[in-house]
């Protein structure tokens, strides 16, 4: 049975980081893409990044590129977000989600299996 399990999530003040993990069991890690979308009260679900099956290849939305940065660790078949330079609209629950693919998929309807998410509240 897949499971994917976010933490590292909380409150933290504006200009702030944090970093989330993804721990995966029951598959294969090494061969799946892993992505990280955020949804805030009353929006869509939306994509923060994601990050190729080796590590070598990112994607990150415009809205968090400079600030977010998402690396992997297959050996330890977890996946990281880290969050600097926090700003208040980035209030929401984080998903990480993963997709068995040696591509780099980006949109939330690739992707087969889903954490259930962890609160990140930024602070003005």
């Known amino acids: 049975q897949v499971q994917l399990v976010e933490s590292g999530g909380g409150l933290v003040q504006a200009g702030g980081s944090l970093r989330l993990s993804c721990a995966a069991s029951?598959?294969?890690?090494?061969?799946?893409?892993v992505g990280w979308f955020r949804q805030a009260p009353g929006k869509e679900r939306e994509s923060v990044g994601a990050?190729?099956?080796?590590?070598?290849?990112?994607y990150y939305a415009d809205s968090v590129k400079g600030r977010f940065t998402i690396s992997r660790a297959n050996d330890k078949n977890t996946a990281y977000l880290q969050m600097n330079s926090l700003k208040p609209e980035d209030t929401a629950v984080y998903y990480c989600a993963a997709k068995f693919t040696f591509g780099l998929p980006t949109g939330r309807e690739e992707y087969d299996y889903w954490g259930q998410g962890t609160q990140v509240t930024v602070s003005s």
């Open positions: 029951g598959l294969t890690f090494r061969n799946y893409a």
């Open positions: 990050i190729r099956w080796s590590g070598t290849t990112t």
